[in-house]
């Protein structure tokens, strides 16, 4: 394997950055907005879901006595 230079290493880096397409400011927020979202819509199902099973072991431990 060829070693590589630091100051080629740099010039390499610098063109595969060039190459890159980021993100517009409106889609880093739109994409942000929908993370915020997804996670709170997450959260909600996740804890609908563990009180269910919160209510179904109480009841079952409530049967055991």
């Not at 907005?33 to 996670?39: A, E, G, K, L, P």
């Given at each position: 394997m060829a070693k590589t230079?630091?100051?080629?290493?740099i010039?390499?880096?610098r063109t595969e950055t060039a190459k890159v397409v980021w993100p517009t400011g409106r889609e880093t927020v739109m994409t942000g907005?929908?993370?915020?979202?997804?996670?709170t819509v997450l959260a909600l199902?996740?804890?609908s879901v563990d009180s269910i099973f919160n209510a179904v072991v109480?009841?079952?431990l409530s049967l055991a006595q």
């Open positions: 230079t630091p100051i080629e290493f010039r390499q880096v907005v929908m993370v915020v979202i997804m996670t199902f996740f804890l109480k009841a079952l």
